[in-house]
Structures are given as structure tokens and as C-alpha cells.
């Protein structure tokens, strides 16, 4: 079927992907550590004291299209703190790629974004960068950036982080999406909102029939840009016999925020035996799963040996059909952990996995006496 030109919208907040991360976190030396030792980020950038900032660090991580940025405040008087408070380590910041910053604060406000940070031009001797910033759910914040021309390591302010140690790259490309947990009845408001504000579009639903457990339930909804370069699935608790893992979220962030970052590697085999090696802690999956794999997605690629050994979820759609496998919190709160995934054709993000998933989860839950 021919779309007639009227029926094409142009896209108001055009978005070429995900800029970075950054985390709030309590101690970012040994953060950078962590996901350099357990992930293989390369060191890319820093500022702090040596740079001329006087009140906090960040230290910026790269790997392939990843860009996390992990900051620390530097003195008890520093808004930061609140934050870190009230969520401890978790994520701030969902930076995006625009081609003007300037404009998707301008859009995005006057459609009824709450204001993080005006537009701003940053410029230092490698060129330009231009930042501004809303608000999204919690205190969580979309900050558009624009780097055309730029450079340098990071942004003006950051100088190049050359360190002496430097892990071995784990093969993890790019950012495929990032999931908020959202309250009660709060889904459709937080999907009215993308929609409205920046344009999104509500690619896939998911209710409480379909995603529950004999203990726990909850929904979920996938907001897509225009060019699908940026997905947020927003996920909020249902009714269940027991407590949702959503609510345990809520619970210990004390606050709608990022619950997943899902991150997409080309060799999910190698690269999850790899991470294992590096002290990378993910949920396991029940050896049931695997008996009647082959019967529920037809056939794959790859053995199921090594699937079972590393607890790797399969899961197809009506395109093809992905790997998946959840890491166990990154922090002592029960909060943020990370996905890593590979996708062969499917689109979809592994419905069919969240039974034995959230089983797996409930059994982490039930051990730390939250279930
Ligand atoms: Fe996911």
C-alpha cells in the first residue's frame, strides 16, 4: 500500500540514537573500576578537580557505540547527594542524539516537558557541543545532545582519560533499550506523555495476563521513536498473590527510574562466557527451560549446550528471533542491572521469556525476604 504525503507527519524531535548514561553513583573511582574490570569499558575522559571542576568527578567509559558516564559529588553541601540518598547508585541520565538541542528543548517543553536544564553551547579547542534537558519519569532526565563537528574525548569541560590499565573489550555494541518502572496506574500516563511530548509511539503492549508468575504480575508498554533508534519500554507493577518484582524496585529507589539498560552484542555465546570470567553475576535459569525450547521456538543457530550452561533465553516474533540473559543487580539495592542481548531478525524483547525470568527473579527475591 502507497502512504500519500498527507498522512506523513515529520517528526518533530528527530533522534539519532543514544548519546550516554550516566549514573549517579557514591564513589565513581571504584564504579570505573567495576565496569571496566566486569564489562570492558575503555577509559575515554574525566573531569574533576585536575580539570577545574571543583565539586564533583565523572569518569567517562566507552565501548563500541556505549557511552557511560559515572559521577560523584565531591562535598556534602552538593544537590547530587539528595539523589544519591534517597536512590543510591542508579541511573540519572538518558542522554540522546539529536541534530539540535536547541530545538528539542523548544519542542519538547512547549508540548508540556518540565525544564531540566535550558539549551546550552559548550566550546572548547576541539569545537562545539550543545546540550538542554527535561525531566522524564521520577527524577530521571532526557538530555538531547548535539556533537556535530565535535572532536574531542567527551564534551568541553573533559579532559582525555589515559589510564594504564585497560581490560580487554567484552564485544558490547551498542544501547538496544532502556526500561523504566513506572507506579501504580501511572503506564498510560508515562506513555500518553512519550507520545505527546516526544513523539513516540506505542509499538507493543503487554498486560498482566500475559506477564505473570503463580506469584507476581505487571505490565508493560514499548515507546519507540520514529526510526526505532531509541525504544523505552515502560513497566508498572501489577496485583499478584505476592509482592511484583516492580513494587520491590519502587520500594528500594524510592522512585519511578531506569530498571534496565539492554545492550546488544553480535556473539552472545562468547561474549556472556566472557563476562561470567570477569566476575559478571546473572540469574539463572531453570534446566526446564531448556527441554522443550526447541518445541516453543522452533529451530536456531546455535547448540543448546552452551545456551543451557550460561542460562541464555531464546525467544521469537513473526521476524526472527533473539537471545537474551539478565545480569542480577548492579548495586546492593535491589534496582538497576543490565541485559545483554542479540538479535536474529526479531524485533520484539522476549515476552515469551518473562515467565521463566520472573520466576528466576522471585527466587533472588524470596532470598533477600522481598517476595
Ligand atoms: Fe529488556
Known amino acids: 500500500m502507497a502512504e500519500t504525503n498527507t498522512n506523513i507527519t515529520p517528526d518533530f524531535l528527530p533522534l539519532n540514537g543514544t548519546d550516554h548514561v550516566e549514573f549517579y553513583v557514591g564513589n565513581a573511582k571504584q564504579a570505573a573500576h567495576f565496569y571496566k574490570t566486569a564489562f570492558g569499558f575503555q577509559s575515554t575522559a574525566y573531569c574533576g578537580p585536575e580539570t577545574g571542576v571543583r565539586d564533583r568527578v565523572s569518569y567517562v567509559l566507552q565501548q563500541n557505540k556505549i557511552r557511560f558516564v559515572l559521577t560523584t559529588p565531591l562535598n556534602s553541601k552538593h544537590e547530587i547527594n539528595q539523589h544519591l540518598a534517597k536512590h543510591g547508585d542508579g541511573v540519572k541520565i538518558l542522554a540522546l542524539l ?107 503492549s503487554f498486560d498482566d495476563k500475559q506477564i505473570n508468575t503463580e506469584y507476581s504480575a505487571l505490565m508493560s508498554k514499548v515507546m519507540s521513536n520514529g526510526n526505532g533508534y ?14 511484583s518484582q516492580i513494587e520491590e524496585y519502587l520500594d528500594f529507589y524510592e522512585d519511578e527510574g531506569v530498571q534496565h539498560v539492554a545492550i546488544a552484542t553480535t556473539d552472545i555465546i562468547s561474549t556472556v562466557r566472557d563476562l561470567k570470567s570477569r566476575g559478571v553475576e546473572f540469574l539463572r535459569t531453570p534446566s526446564t527451560y531448556y527441554q522443550d525450547l526447541i518445541s516453543r521456538v522452533g529451530i536456531i543457530d546455535e547448540d543448546l549446550k552452551p545456551l543451557e550452561e550460561l542460562g541464555i533465553l531464546v525467544d521469537r516474533d513473526d521476524e526472527g528471533y533473539l537471545l537474551q540473559i539478565f545480569t542480577k543487580p548492579l548495586e546492593d539495592r535491589p534496582t538497576l542491572f543490565f541485559e545483554i542481548i542479540q538479535r536474529k531478525g526479531a524485533k520484539s524483547f522476549g515476552a515469551g521469556n518473562f515467565k521463566a525470568l520472573f520466576e528466576s527473579i522471585e527466587r533472588e527475591q524470596a532470598l533477600r525476604g522481598n517476595l
Open 98 to 204: 539529536v541534530d539540535d538541542a536547541y530545538d528539542a528543548f523548544e519542542q519538547t517543553t512547549k508540548r508540556g516537558a518540565k525544564p531540566y536544564q535550558e539549551p546550552k553551547t559548550h566550546t572548547d579547542e576541539f569545537g562545539t557541543v550543545k546540550t538542554s534537558g527535561i525531566y522524564t519519569y521520577g527524577e530521571t532526565v532526557h538530555l538531547f545532545v548535539e556533537r556535530k563537528d565535535y572532536t574531542g574525548p567527551f564534551m568541553p569541560g573533559f579532559k582525555k582519560w589515559e589510564s594504564e590499565y585497560n581490560p580487554a573489550p567484552s564485544n558490547l555494541l551498542y544501547v538496544d533499550h532502556c526500561v523504566g518502572n513506572v507506579g501504580w496506574n501511572r503506564m498510560n500516563e508515562v506513555v500518553k506523555w512519550y507520545e505527546d511530548v516526544m513523539g513516540f509511539r506505542n509499538i507493543l
Open 230 to 243: 531509541v525504544k523505552f519500554p515502560i513497566n508498572e507493577p501489577a496485583e499478584g498473590k505476592k509482592k
